[in-house]
């Protein structure tokens, strides 16, 4: 949807009649710098916000990821990171933020105070809901705004983005510590290793650290990390989850057939008692399938007239 720009035209159907004021979306003004149904939709979707970041938070604190354990260490680290949700709760709030205090300025009345120590704490869908709830008190100003046109458009973006990061996250599996080495910019000697984490998708090939900047082989990675847990145990669905979340293609049905068939040994128990199986025994029967269906794929050959 496009958002209001101020458009003269001549009153359609009406000789010698003085220009009138539409937008560009084709509603009269009347009064105001955007039409009456923008600033409706505004409305909207600031009232969205409240919800709307709470979905955000569900999405960015979901308890369905995946544990993989560190190598070296006994902890878990949690799988996956939902960075689009991250990115467009910052944003969000970035642009309700700045909305704010440019209304207030406009206003006259400086930047939003707040009561001392009321924001103290305060997380950023907090700050958000604020920014929205204070932007919908001053609906009326924001039509007459010399830039509400902009206003409009930032919100309805900023909102939608923030929509679809809720509907199709876009997420960044962990894969490890950088280690690359650190040189003294002035003696070229190594001074040390990057301690940076890496994150890619599961389906990037290559992954740069933000820290350093050196950049990664993203699938040996995923085989190294899966690797590394070669003695962790995890129940069938928690081990397809894993291996799918690190592009290794498989479901529970598969590990549990594999199982049935005597080719893949139970290594325990989890706590509702169902069965565990090793992590790297997977990977070698899987990789052993992989093998076995190339070998027995039929080569092609030219045929000759």
């Not at 949807?1 to 101020?6: E, G, I, Q």
């Not at 600031?46 to 369905?64: F, I, M, N, Y």
């Not at 902890?75 to 207030?104: K, M, Y």
């Not at 932007?135 to 046109?149: D, F, G, I, Q, W």
Request: with cysteine; net charge neutral; glycine share 6%.
């Amino acid at each position: 949807m496009s958002t209001c720009t101020v458009l003269r035209t001549a009153e359609p159907g009406l000789a010698g009649a003085g220009p009138h004021e539409l937008s560009t979306c084709g509603r009269p003004l009347a009064g105001t710098t955007v039409c009456r149904a923008c600033i409706t939709d505004l409305r909207r979707w600031l009232e969205a916000v409240p919800s709307l970041v709470s979905d955000l938070g569900v999405t960015l604190t979901r308890q369905d990821r995946v544990a993989v354990p560190q190598p070296g260490g006994s902890g878990e680290q949690p799988l996956p990171f939902h960075v689009r949700a991250s990115a467009a709760l910052e944003d969000l709030l970035r642009v309700l933020t700045w909305w704010r205090i440019e209304l207030a300025r406009h206003e006259a009345t400086g930047a939003p105070q707040e009561p001392r120590g009321a924001l103290s704490g305060a997380t950023a869908a907090q700050l958000a809901v604020l920014a929205s709830r204070w932007l919908l008190e001053r609906l009326s100003a924001a039509a007459v705004h010399p830039e509400a046109a902009a206003l409009v458009e930032a919100v309805r973006e900023a909102v939608t983005e923030a929509t679809e990061a809720v509907d199709h996250p876009r997420v960044l599996l962990w894969l490890g510590v950088c280690h690359a080495a650190v040189y003294d910019p002035h003696t070229a000697e190594v001074v040390g290793e990057c301690l940076g984490d890496l994150y890619a998708t599961a389906d990037d090939t290559a992954v740069a650290c933000r820290a350093c900047g050196a950049r990664h082989d993203a699938r040996n990675r995923r085989w190294a990390l899966l690797a590394s847990a070669r003695e962790h145990q995890l129940n069938a669905t928690a081990l397809a989850k894993a291996c799918r979340a690190y592009g290794v293609t498989t479901t529970p049905s598969v590990v549990r057939n594999l199982a049935a068939r005597d080719q893949l040994a139970p290594a325990g128990h989890d706590r509702a008692g169902n069965p565990t199986y090793r992590v790297g025994d997977v990977l070698d029967v899987l990789r052993e399938r992989l093998e076995r269906d190339r070998a027995q794929q039929p080569t092609t050959t030219r045929r000759t007239a």
